[in-house]
């Protein structure tokens, strides 16, 4: 199984171009890639499907959408590289759960048939549930239930900013929040510019920041490298 969780998609440098080698690397060769745009809401699928198209061209991958073709199954079920574009996480889960389309991408991925890249959105359905989101619910995606590839939770963006004025909950206080409900659930706050290679039970952190751990009422930084999944 092998798997590339970015935090983002944009940078200063354009999109996807601070994780084009990170995507060969993950590629391996393959030059064909199934995208699901279905995370996007105020951006229609097939401008976002054009997007990912021209900055995976020029790692010489070609896009397939999977809201072009005309039996989403069997695209899933012939897809050697599956990528999860970001947007809002509970539209995403929702328009995949009602096509039936959760448990093939899970085993086709376990089964190392396919490789998967998500950023953002795409990164939370990689992981056990999308409970820690930073979206908002904007649909009832019918249950919270993902993918489960990994075996703890993912705050893409993740910034613990703090404003003079503002009253509303950190981000910091909103994961403590989780994991206070769900004191075994370890959740990985992954900063912009950072992303996880996952390959089978390894699992190294690349990028410029430390990220951080989250479990039970303890948080701890993690620099670049092979993580240690906490239990």
Known sequence: ??????????????????????IAELA?????????PYAGVTRDWDGYAAQVREAF?????AVQSLHEQADTLAAVNAATLIVVGG???FRLLQVLRQQGLLAPMT???RSGAARYIGWSAGSNLATPTI???NDMPVVDPGGFDALNLVPFQINPHYYNLEIEGFRGETRDQRLAEFTTLSPDTPVLGLPEGNWLRVSDDRCVLHGPHAARWFLDATTWDVTAGPLSIPV
Do not use: C
Request: aromatic residues 4%; without cysteine; glycine residues 12%.
């Open 28 to 36: 391996e060769g393959r030059t064909d890639a199934l995208f699901v």
């Open 131 to 133: 409970r820690t989101t």
């Open 107 to 109: 085993a086709r991925v």
């Open 1 to 22: 199984m092998d798997l590339l969780l970015l935090s983002n998609s944009t940078s200063d440098e354009g999109y996807l171009v601070h994780a084009a080698q990170a």
């Open 57 to 61: 061209a020029q790692g010489g991958i």
């Open 87 to 89: 947007g809002n996480t």
